[in-house]
């Protein structure tokens, strides 16, 4: 694998914690993505299944902890995504 392909996949995993720091569900985070960074969402499936994997109890634990009500709602998620956007482009010394 290329040092871009790598790199593109690591920009990828960050933009899934971030989601994940959000509360937000597998779905949620491949459409976010989709729709502000323009990665196509089986980009982001692979990715997140890859987490799962290397990750098992933590994701079993985040899965538990979706049903819970205080999740933010569509319009502070699309909000912090924005934001959450904005700054990595700004910060990301390639761009």
């Not at 920009?11 to 994940?20: A, D, G, P, R, S």
């Not at 459409?31 to 196509?40: G, Q, R």
Request: hydrophobic fraction near 30%; include cysteine.
């Amino acid at each position: 694998m290329g040092d871009s392909s790598a790199s593109y996949i690591h920009m990828v995993q960050h933009l899934i914690e971030k989601c994940l720091i959000f509360n937000m569900t597998k779905e949620e985070c491949m459409e976010a993505l989709s729709k502000h960074a323009n990665i196509k969402p089986v980009i982001t499936s692979t990715v997140w299944n890859e987490l799962e994997k290397e990750n098992k109890e933590f994701f079993e634990a985040y899965a538990r902890s979706q049903s819970k009500p205080d999740r933010m709602s569509e319009n502070e998620t699309s909000q912090m995504i924005q934001k959450m956007i904005s700054d990595s482009t700004k910060t990301d010394p390639r761009k």
